[in-house]
């Protein structure tokens, strides 16, 4: 009892305060992954979405599964195997303070999992009548519009017979229109319908006759021992480390220098608008002991180029030369390409689950309705051409005492290739950690989606070996790093030779209180690239080093306002061009009183670079499930507002407002995506209902 008040009275003020930072512990998350996918249009509904139900209802640690907190995203084998055997050993936890008693839980993790868990005798149900879902389920309705504001090239109004003719102009307005309705009990139903259409397209006429451009739906069942999951309509499968099929994003590397292991949830509902990476159809995750068996069946359109055959040895009258994953269909080629080629996947995952170890074997059968005959180039002579192919693949994972192995192996069966990852996270006390991945993936291996630890853009044609390490030195000091070292055997898009690379990041982290945070960030990425300097017979490659040099500094100056300031420095460098740099210093205030329904979020950003290729990329605050990651370039400054109005309880209004002005530009953008100017201006307008 002692033990506990003493817990009590030092983690006690912590605990307060940490338990209200769910959104930036999400935001964290977001940032992680956005820096590391570089994309200004990405949609992490799905990655985010279980943060969101896990702060609205906290996971229960004296009753949860591996799953359950495998799906939280924010704790290692190590840590959830050491939590479970804890329980095991010494019974239930009394309070949530007794997580500083576990081996492998430092300051840092408990802080992190606070805002989404509790610990108390009660369990959770497992069995719920579907009566007891449709009364305590919750409704959630979001309505959203996103607009450029400055007129685009592409928007020019133009005769019909031009229109109709030229691949210059889109069909439909400037608008973004996206709808979401969704009503779920908990984790284990859930049915809901989202759509969207870009801007660009048209609206309830010409190629869109039936409204919005893109939709989508579900039902899913969570179940218990024997009927663990199901899926009708559009929903996720996650597999071992995703060699053979993984459907939503991933991490790769990240500043969180050991979270690199794949923690797969066999079947999820799929919620966003991402137009290429999900199934469609019926999915089912049964269990009988210690084993599951997940079958899935999808039948989609895709967006595709199809011409009539020219091969004779091909039977079909047509073939698809190109698969286009964009979704977007403005123009006449675009138009064209909708959903002209049909793609089956059906595959069967049978897993063992037996206290720290699991393993699986995989098989995926992948084929569309015509013949996908790429242009052959040297550099993707290997890639998959035809109409099918099956994905054969076999997964562990083996915690053992602080050790964490696991891997998976994968032949796709139309190349005979092999792909192999391999991994082991080492927790050496409370406040060091080791990860170290092999990964070795052969230059023809090919399969539909697949999304495995990796440098280049694909599961293909690499070879690389990535240690990365976190250590809290000090109470307040603590140091993230890793070095990935690659090989790429074959050729590569821009790279006409086999080549190496390594990529280095260093995060030093200074947190004297909760208030103040202060890191520094060295990241190094060295690729090879085909020189700019030619005489058009053998073209050479070039080492390409570019370097991040990171200040930021977060000051919460009370808990309802908070600072954050951030300077970031880029340079490149490459034998056959001048050596480019780029800068970007951002301040964001954010306040948010806990008093008062509106919260008010305000950014301006000054950057400088000296091309596009030295570009930054920074995480802006959005409204909910809008995740807004643009590129920094050019000369020029940025400044959005974002305010949130929360009314009659279940009701919250975003608004948010984003302007650059370009000091050495007369337009941006090129083609239909012109802008005349120097300034480009966003507007977005959210509305969340919640009953």
Not at 552 to 561: H, P, R
């Amino acid at each position: 009892m002692k033990r506990i008040l003493f817990i009590l009275f030092i983690l006690g003020p912590i605990v307060i305060g940490y338990s209200q930072e769910k959104e930036e512990i999400i935001q964290q998350r977001i940032e992680f992954i956005s820096e590391q996918l570089e994309d200004e249009s990405i949609d992490l509904t799905d990655v985010i979405a279980q943060l969101n139900y896990y702060y609205d209802h906290p996971l229960n640690l004296n009753s949860a599964s591996r799953e359950d907190l495998e799906a939280i995203g924010l704790l290692s084998e190590v840590q959830i195997s050491d939590l479970l055997l804890h329980i095991k050993l010494f019974g239930k936890f009394i309070s949530i303070y007794e997580l500083q008693s576990l081996t492998y839980w430092d300051m840092e993790t408990i802080y992190r999992v606070l805002p989404f868990v509790r610990v108390d005798d009660k369990l959770d149900q497992v069995h719920v009548s579907l009566k007891e879902m449709l009364k305590y389920g919750k409704f959630e309705a979001y309505l959203r519009y996103q607009r450029i504001l400055e007129h685009k090239s592409g928007y020019d109004a133009v005769p019909d017979s031009v229109l109709n003719s030229s691949n210059s102009y889109y069909h439909g307005n400037q608008d973004r229109y996206y709808t979401r309705f969704r009503f779920s009990y908990r984790t284990n139903f859930s049915v809901g319908l989202t759509a969207e259409k870009d801007p660009g397209e048209e609206f309830f006429k010409g190629s869109q006759q039936q409204g919005f451009d893109f939709y989508s739906g579900h039902l899913f069942y969570k179940g218990g021992k024997y009927l663990k999951a199901m899926a009708i309509g559009d929903f996720q499968v996650q597999i071992g480390q995703g060699l053979n099929l993984w459907t939503s994003y991933s991490f790769n590397k990240t500043a969180d220098a050991t979270n690199v292991k794949r923690s797969a949830q066999p079947l999820k509902p799929y919620t966003s608008v991402n137009e290429s990476r999900f199934l469609r159809g019926a999915a089912v995750d049964l269990g009988l002991g210690d084993f599951s068996l997940l079958l899935f069946g999808s039948h989609k359109s895709v967006d595709a180029s199809i011409a009539a055959t020219t091969d004779s040895l091909v039977s079909d009258e047509f073939q698809a030369s190109s698969i286009n994953l964009s979704g977007l269909h403005r123009t006449n080629s675009e138009i064209d390409r909708k959903h002209s080629l049909q793609e089956t996947i059906a595959g069967a995952n049978l897993r063992y689950q037996k206290s720290s170890f699991n393993a699986g074997v995989s098989a995926v059968y992948m084929g569309y309705d015509k013949a996908l005959i790429r242009d052959t180039l040297p550099y993707n002579q290997f890639d998959f051409r035809g109409k099918s192919t099956m994905g054969l693949s076999a997964d562990y994972s083996w915690t053992f005492r602080n050790f964490n192995f696991y891997g998976e192996v994968a032949n796709s069966t139309y190349s005979k290739a092999f792909a192999n990852v391999h991994g082991v996270l080492i927790a050496l006390d409370k406040s060091v950690s080791m990860s170290v991945v092999y990964r070795n993936y052969n230059r023809a291996y090919s399969t539909f989606y697949n999304a495995g630890f990796r440098e280049g853009s694909r599961t293909q044609n690499e070879k690389g070996l990535y240690t990365g390490l976190k250590a809290h030195l000090t109470r307040n000091f603590s140091v993230a790093a890793y070095l990935d070292a690659f090989a790429f055997p074959w050729m590569r898009y821009q790279s006409d030779a086999p080549s190496t690379g390594h990529e280095i990041l260093i995060q030093p982290t200074y947190k004297p209180s909760r208030n103040l945070e202060i890191y520094v960030r060295f990241r190094e990425q060295q690729k090879a690239k085909n020189s700019g300097v030619t005489d058009n017979t053998v073209t050479e490659i070039e080492d390409v080093v570019q370097r991040n040099y990171r200040l930021n500094l977060s000051y919460k100056v009370s808990e309802a306002f908070q600072i954050k300031s951030r300077i970031e420095y880029v340079t490149l460098n490459r034998a056959s061009s001048p050596n480019e740099k780029g800068m970007i210093f951002t301040q964001d205030l954010l306040f948010k009183p806990k008093s008062s329904p509106l919260d008010l979020t305000l950014r301006y950003a000054l950057f400088d670079t000296d091309s596009y290729d030295t570009r930054i990329y920074s995480y802006e605050n959005n409204a909910q499930y809008v995740f807004a990651v643009p590129a920094y370039y050019y000369r020029g400054s940025r400044a959005y507002v974002l305010v949130r109005y929360t009314f009659l309880r279940k009701c919250d209004l975003w608004v948010r407002y984003a302007i650059n002005i370009y000091a050495n530009r007369n337009s941006t953008g090129s083609g239909a995506e012109e802008i005349k100017g120097n300034t480009r201006t966003e507007l977005t307008v959210q509305l969340r209902v919640a009953l």
